[in-house]
Nanobody, 121 residues
Framework: QVQLVESGGGLVQTGGSLRLSCAAS????????MAWFRQAPGKEREFVAV????????SLADSVKGRFTISRDNAKNTVYLQMNSLKPDDTAVYYC??????????????WGQGTQVTVSS
């Protein structure tokens, strides 16, 4: 079992920045591919970013490329999502996820409870 706890969400104005963190506990953190997804009201959960076990490979959704960065610190069992130039369309609950496959599909084994990000216009 892996427990994931997100933090860092909040209310920010258009153009602002936030950094989300996801702390993991349980099985060795470095054994898992980590990802971020988000879900806006009335919409399906969508892929945001994924990072490999070592952190050497990342992939981001087209909608956030150039604005968001995913990183991880295996010594701290934490994955981060740095979000810059935020837009109202980025408003959603953001979830981190852990799994064994480097994928944009929501087929991850473990999920956090989510953290709300609201971007005001």
């Amino acid at each position: 079992q892996v427990q994931l706890v997100e933090s860092g969400g909040g209310l920010v104005q258009t153009g602002g920045s936030l950094r989300l963190s996801c702390a993991a506990s349980g099985r060795p953190f470095s054994a898992y591919v980590m990802a971020w997804f988000r879900q806006a009201p009335g919409k399906e959960r969508e892929f945001v970013a994924v990072i490999s076990r070592s952190g050497g490979s990342t992939s981001l959704a087209d909608s956030v490329k150039g604005r968001f960065t995913i990183s991880r610190d295996n010594a701290k069992n934490t994955v981060y999502l740095q979000m810059n130039s935020l837009k109202p369309d980025d408003t959603a609950v953001y979830y981190c996820a852990a799994g064994v496959q480097f994928t944009a599909r929501p087929s991850y084994d473990y999920w956090g409870q989510g953290t709300q990000v609201t971007v005001s216009s």
